[in-house]
Each structure stands twice: as structure tokens, then as C-alpha cells.
């Protein structure tokens, strides 16, 4: 089997960056300011780092969705990789089994791949996937491939090794045509130029305080930064707007959606938790020494003011003294460790829990917990959360633009 030696990289937490992380941590390479291996956050922060992005949207046939943002999504991969001189070779093609052919010969060079895959296809995500029409394609790390014996090696966000098949990874990459079973091998150099990552750094501190206060590279500029929270506070206490709480989440299965999924969205273990601030501070120290600018440590302090709000909102939407949302809460969080810690070994009980989080949704819809006048006093308190954020990371970005000018 096509595998790589020794592999031992399962630090990478986020599809975007934590794959380059695993890669670049198998490969050796190390940040010159700390002579350690690259961070993930250091890598976070080149890519854009922390964002703000709000959407509602209604599909027939579901309830309606809410989704929130708290990472810079435009590109933010193809921007650490062009910033970093890490030499990507992109590969696509309409054919899975020149998709096979490739993804072979890359792993029989010693260099592990990133391949594209639809999420709610590979086995360990539990998630059944949709209809034709929609995958939800993100990167893995493939470091073993053996298709005679149907068997795949890769690292996904878990601290342990996944073992699917290679028939199922075949599956999950050619469920979107527009990716053409898309993999990328990087060639990052010996050693990382510090002159190189002071403007890496410096462009990913720019984008960031460009999506918070500027138009977005694509898309309406009040779905994104300090306008996108503005709008969500709005739709919360607006009982007028087509697009506002009252309306298109109900108390019901429509609120109970909306609820659990600001909660994946600010404490899912992709973004590192609350939102992502913490990883965001982070990166703001590393940079504060990169760049020889001390005053970033101060912005990073107020990022994670910030990150302790995300968390109180996270907890107002499943809170402990309702006690259905705090069931829901707990086994939110324990499916989470379950898949970080023990991968494809930790399937059965990710299965039950499943089924457990499907019944809740199930009685919910019919016997919502909260009355009229508490989901209105639930709105009220979310509002003033997002509002604290809000004025927080105002602060936090005037900073960070004074610290780089």
C-alpha cells in the first residue's frame, strides 16, 4: 500500500488550516520566531483569521437554516499557501479513477495529499448525506491509499488516525462535479523566511480588518463583519422583517434549529471553541513577535474578551435551566469529544447519540419548551450579546489597525 512512513500528524483541528498543519508538521517545518512547529493559529491568521458572517436561508421542504460565520472564508487555504511559498500542485480531473491513479502515485512519492471530499459522505462524520444535488466538499489529509485492499489512511481533525475505505473515499470525492475530485500536493521549502512570514502575517491581519469594516471580496456587505452583526441584532427584535426571528423561527422545530446551530457554529471543535478568539489571540501574540509590535499583545487580551462573550452567547442558546436544551447541550458536546478523541472507534456511541439528539428534535417540534414570553425574553438577551460583541470587536479592530497602520 502507497503509505507514508512514520506519519504522526493529527494536531490540525480545522479543515482549512489544520490540514496544511498535519502537512506541514509531518514535513518539518518550523516557525522561525519559536524554532517550534507551525501553529495552526499562526496559520488561522495568515488565512484571514476571525470573521463575522450572518444568513438565513429557507429551502422547501426544510425548516428554515440559520448559519453564522466566525472564520474569513474567501480563500482562505489558497491564502496561506500563495503566502507562504508553499508551492501547491493542484490536480483535477472528471475521472475517479485518474482521481485513483493520482492520489497513488502522490502517496508513492512520500508526499501525503489534500483531497477534497464531501463530509456527509465519509463514514466517521455519521451524517447521512443529502440529496444529488448538494455536498458539503472540504479537504482531508490522505497519507495511505491501498484500493486493492479497499482501505484509506487520513487525518481529519481527530487526534487519531481514520482508517475508511477507499471505495468510500472514491464515493465522497466525486459527489461534486464543479471540484473534479480536486487534491493538492504543497511543497513547502526547508526553512520559512522570516521576512516571508512577517508579510503573510501582515496580509492576514489586512483581510481581517477588511471583512469587519469593508465591502467582502463576494457577497452582500451586510452579511459580513460589524454590518453582519448589526443585521442579526436587528432580525432578532424586528417583529416586521420577513427575514426576522419572529418569523422565520417559531417556537418549534424552526427555533430549535436556529438555537443548536449557533451553538456548532461559535463551539464546534473545528473553530477551537468560542468562536474561534482564542486561536485568533493566539496568533496575535505570535505575531506581536514576528513583527517586533508588543501592542498586539493587548488586542489579542481583547480578543479573548471577546471569545468569554461567544461562549455566554453559546450558553444562552442551550441554557442550563431548560433542561431539554441542556440534554441537547451535553450530548452536542460529548458527540464532539467522542469523534476528536477516538475517531472511527468512537462511531457506535456517535450513532446513539444520533439517535438521541433526532428523538429530542422529534418531541420538540411539538412541545417546545419555552412559552411566547420566554423565547421573547430569549431574543431580548441574545440581542444584547450580539451587541456586546459587536462594541467588544469594534475595539478590538481599531486596535489591531492602529498596531499595523
Known amino acids: 500500500m502507497p503509505q507514508i512512513a512514520h506519519y504522526h500528524a493529527f494536531r490540525g483541528r480545522h479543515w482549512d488550516t489544520g490540514t496544511i498543519c498535519n502537512l506541514l508538521d509531518y514535513r518539518g517545518l518550523r516557525a522561525p520566531h519559536t524554532a517550534q512547529p ?60 485518474t482521481a485513483a491513479t493520482q492520489l497513488a502515485a502522490v502517496l508513492a512519492g512520500g508526499q501525503p495529499a489534500l483531497v477534497w471530499a464531501d463530509m ?28 486493492a485492499h479497499d482501505v484509506v489512511l487520513l487525518a481529519d481533525r481527530a487526534q487519531v488516525a481514520l482508517q475508511i475505505a477507499a471505495s468510500a473515499l472514491a464515493t465522497a470525492r466525486a459527489r461534486s462535479q ?3 475530485h480536486r487534491m493538492v500536493v504543497l511543497e513547502p521549502p526547508a526553512t520559512l523566511d522570516m521576512e516571508v512570514l ?39 427584535t424586528d417583529p416586521n422583517s420577513v427575514q426576522g426571528w419572529a418569523r422565520m423561527f417559531p417556537a418549534g422545530a424552526p427555533l430549535y434549529a436556529a438555537l443548536t446551530a449557533i451553538y456548532g457554529a461559535i463551539e464546534s471543535r473545528e473553530t477551537g471553541g468560542r468562536a ?26 481583547q480578543f479573548q474578551a471577546s471569545a468569554g462573550q461567544w461562549s455566554e452567547l453559546a450558553q444562552l442558546v442551550l441554557p442550563d435551566d431548560v433542561p431539554v436544551l441542556y440534554v441537547t447541550r451535553t450530548l452536542l458536546q460529548h458527540r464532539e469529544q467522542l469523534l476528536e478523541q477516538q475517531g472511527m472507534a468512537a462511531l457506535p456511541e456517535v450513532m446513539q447519540i444520533n439517535t438521541r439528539l433526532e428523538t429530542i428534535q422529534h418531541e420538540i417540534s411539538n412541545d417546545f419548551p419555552l412559552n411566547a414570553a420566554a423565547v421573547g ?16 470587536e469594534q475595539e478590538a479592530i481599531t486596535q489591531l489597525q492602529a498596531c499595523i497602520g
Open 276 to 301: 474561534s478568539r482564542p486561536q485568533y489571540a493566539e496568533f496575535l501574540s505570535e505575531a506581536a513577535l514576528i513583527l517586533n509590535r508588543p501592542q498586539l499583545h493587548e488586542v489579542a487580551a
Open 198 to 236: 512577517a508579510h503573510a502575517v501582515v496580509a492576514g491581519i489586512r483581510d481581517c480588518i477588511s471583512l469587519y469594516e469593508s465591502a467582502p471580496p463576494r457577497g452582500p456587505e451586510t452579511n459580513f463583519g460589524f454590518a453582519a452583526l448589526a443585521k442579526w441584532a436587528t432580525m432578532l
Open 38 to 97: 507551525v501553529s495552526e493559529a499562526l496559520l488561522f491568521g495568515i488565512s484571514g483569521g476571525v470573521a463575522v458572517s450572518y444568513f438565513v436561508f429557507e429551502y422547501p421542504g426544510f425548516v428554515p437554516q440559520v448559519s453564522i460565520g466566525t472564520r474569513y472564508p474567501f480563500d482562505p487555504m489558497e491564502k496561506i499557501w500563495t503566502r507562504l511559498r508553499l508551492h501547491p500542485a493542484i490536480y483535477t480531473t472528471s475521472h475517479a479513477e
Open 377 to 392: 425574553e430569549l431574543y431580548a438577551a441574545l440581542y444584547t450579546k450580539v451587541q456586546a460583541i459587536r462594541a467588544t
Open 178 to 180: 464543479q471540484h473534479q
Open 120 to 147: 456527509l459522505s465519509l463514514p466517521y462524520n455519521a451524517t447521512p448525506p443529502l440529496d444529488d444535488g448538494f455536498a458539503l466538499m472540504l479537504p482531508v489529509l490522505v497519507y495511505g491509499y491501498d484500493a
